[in-house]
């Protein structure tokens, strides 16, 4: 089992920065993949980025590339996702996820075994 708590969200203007923290506990966490996904209303959950369990292969959604970069520290057990230029086209609510996978990370929700319970972020115009 692995618990995973996200900080970080809030309201911000366009144009301006966020940075989302996800602390992992329980089963050693380099055994995962570590993923963002975000869901705005009305539509379905969405991959944003995603970081292999050592750090050294990352990938992004079209949309982010470009503006949001996702690292992990394992000593600390913590994914981050820096998000920068915001838009208001990226106001959601905002998951990390777990994946046991040691050839890369997984794209879609199924892939991922451990979900936290989400921090909104709100863009304003």
């Known amino acids: 089992q692995v618990q995973l708590v996200e900080s970080g969200g809030g309201l911000v203007q366009a144009g301006g920065s966020l940075r989302l923290s996800c602390a992992a506990s329980g089963r050693t966490f380099t055994n995962y993949a570590m993923g963002w996904f975000r869901q705005a209303p009305g539509k379905e959950r969405e991959f944003v980025a995603a970081i292999s369990w050592n750090g050294r292969s990352t990938g992004y959604a079209d949309s982010v590339k470009g503006r949001f970069t996702i690292s992990r520290d394992n000593a600390k057990k913590t994914v981050y996702l820096q998000m920068n230029s915001l838009k208001p086209e990226d106001t959601a609510v905002y998951y990390c996820?777990?994946?046991?996978?040691?050839?890369?990370?997984?794209?879609?929700?199924?892939?991922?075994?451990?979900w936290g319970q989400g921090t909104q972020v709100t863009v304003s115009s």
């Open positions: 996820a777990a994946d046991r996978n040691f050839a890369g990370w997984g794209t879609t929700v199924p892939e991922y075994d451990y």
